[in-house]
């Protein structure tokens, strides 16, 4: 009889051999690993096999759907219950403890009591130090659920380049009843700044098209939504519509992690992260600037109509 928790773990990677390692020696408690690569250069795909996990290439299109979402609609599960953990996570004992009894209670409870899914709490790591303070902590995602049910958001950002073919900021919705495990899983990674600062870049891209799509009202249909009396990430999303209309948010964004939400007591590395912090807050706004104002291109600014007036062209050329 196996001693395997019946799992279906799925891994999005794209040349991580640096953090692989650590994260499916985390995972061998699975009955199922799939890492899902994005034609990696360096050696994930040879290390997720060593550790006995099935490697799926995933090619992406450009638009939607992006890996997660494809991948729950794709590959062949023989487990009802699914758990994504990206690259740079771990699951600890504890926490499959856990999940082993979450599940086998909810197999064995009757209907009305049954979780279709659960909140997974992460500690994030940064420089070896654990970022407990500046809101960083609890950070609860839904990442345990039944596949048949859980889809990623759209929140019509494919159009924008550069921001990878991975959902990150996008969150499950699961028309059932979930619940929050105890223990933490674990983020890490065990790269460098530059692929912190490499990362980020592609994020503010995507971020920007998220505050100009608050801006232009666009429509919330398909995503998780935004209330106030919501669960922690609908409040997030309340608190956004109302962050993305105030000024000054590289600034607020530090005193806000740093001080308000005492960030120092995080020492040396909370420092360092809460600058960091401020300058993503920067790129977004630039970004943001450059999407509004130049159809999201450098040096594309609006010229004036034919029909215009030749001193308003001239004015407007000056401007420019």
Same mark, same amino acid.
């Given at each position: 009889m196996s001693n395997k928790i019946p799992v279906s773990v799925i891994i999005p990677a794209k040349n991580e051999e640096a953090n692989l390692p650590a994260c499916l020696a985390s995972l061998q408690q699975a009955d199922e690993i799939f890492v899902v690569d994005s034609q990696s250069t360096d050696k994930s795909a040879e290390i997720a096999t060593s550790y006995g996990a099935k490697v799926v290439q995933f090619?992406?299109?450009?638009? =939607?759907?992006?890996?997660?979402? =494809?991948? @729950? !609609?794709? @590959?062949?599960?023989r487990n009802e219950w699914i758990l994504i953990v990206d690259c740079d996570e771990r699951i600890t004992p504890e926490l499959w403890d856990e999940i082993a009894v979450s599940i086998q209670n909810d197999q064995q409870s009757d209907q009305q009591s049954q979780f279709d899914g659960f909140y997974l709490n992460?500690?994030?790591?940064?420089?070896?130090? =654990?970022?407990?303070?500046?809101?960083?902590?609890?950070? =609860?995602? @839904?990442?345990?659920?039944?596949?048949?049910?859980?889809?990623? !958001?759209? @929140?019509?950002t494919e159009e924008i380049r550069n921001t990878g073919d991975n959902e990150v900021h996008e969150h499950v919705i699961l028309p059932g009843k979930v619940g929050y495990l105890k223990n933490d899983m674990l983020h890490e990674d065990f790269r460098d700044l530059f692929h912190w600062l490499e990362r980020h870049n592609r994020y503010s891209n995507w971020e920007a098209r998220v505050y100009y799509n608050i801006l232009t009202g666009k429509d919330d249909d398909g995503t998780i939504g935004a209330s106030l009396f919501g669960d922690a990430v609908q409040r997030k999303r309340f608190l956004k519509k109302i962050w993305v209309r105030l000024p000054f948010k590289p600034l607020l964004r530090f005193i806000l992690f740093y001080i308000i939400q005492r960030g120092f007591l995080d020492g040396k590395a909370g420092y360092i992260?809460?600058?960091l912090l401020s300058q993503y807050e920067y790129q977004i706004g630039v970004k943001l600037y450059e999407l509004r104002s130049c159809n999201g291109q450098l040096n594309t600014a609006k010229k004036p109509t034919k029909t215009a007036p030749k001193f308003q062209q001239q004015e407007a050329e000056t401007a420019i």
């Amino acid at each position: 009889m196996s001693n395997k928790i019946p799992v279906s773990v799925i891994i999005p990677a794209k040349n991580e051999e640096a953090n692989l390692p650590a994260c499916l020696a985390s995972l061998q408690q699975a009955d199922e690993i799939f890492v899902v690569d994005s034609q990696s250069t360096d050696k994930s795909a040879e290390i997720a096999t060593s550790y006995g996990a099935k490697v799926v290439q995933f090619h992406f299109n450009g638009r =939607w759907p992006k890996k997660k979402n =494809w991948s @729950l !609609e794709n @590959l062949p599960f023989r487990n009802e219950w699914i758990l994504i953990v990206d690259c740079d996570e771990r699951i600890t004992p504890e926490l499959w403890d856990e999940i082993a009894v979450s599940i086998q209670n909810d197999q064995q409870s009757d209907q009305q009591s049954q979780f279709d899914g659960f909140y997974l709490n992460r500690r994030v790591f940064f420089m070896g130090k =654990w970022i407990r303070h500046g809101g960083k902590y609890p950070d =609860w995602n @839904l990442r345990l659920f039944k596949h048949k049910l859980g889809r990623y !958001e759209n @929140l019509n950002t494919e159009e924008i380049r550069n921001t990878g073919d991975n959902e990150v900021h996008e969150h499950v919705i699961l028309p059932g009843k979930v619940g929050y495990l105890k223990n933490d899983m674990l983020h890490e990674d065990f790269r460098d700044l530059f692929h912190w600062l490499e990362r980020h870049n592609r994020y503010s891209n995507w971020e920007a098209r998220v505050y100009y799509n608050i801006l232009t009202g666009k429509d919330d249909d398909g995503t998780i939504g935004a209330s106030l009396f919501g669960d922690a990430v609908q409040r997030k999303r309340f608190l956004k519509k109302i962050w993305v209309r105030l000024p000054f948010k590289p600034l607020l964004r530090f005193i806000l992690f740093y001080i308000i939400q005492r960030g120092f007591l995080d020492g040396k590395a909370g420092y360092i992260y809460g600058r960091l912090l401020s300058q993503y807050e920067y790129q977004i706004g630039v970004k943001l600037y450059e999407l509004r104002s130049c159809n999201g291109q450098l040096n594309t600014a609006k010229k004036p109509t034919k029909t215009a007036p030749k001193f308003q062209q001239q004015e407007a050329e000056t401007a420019i």
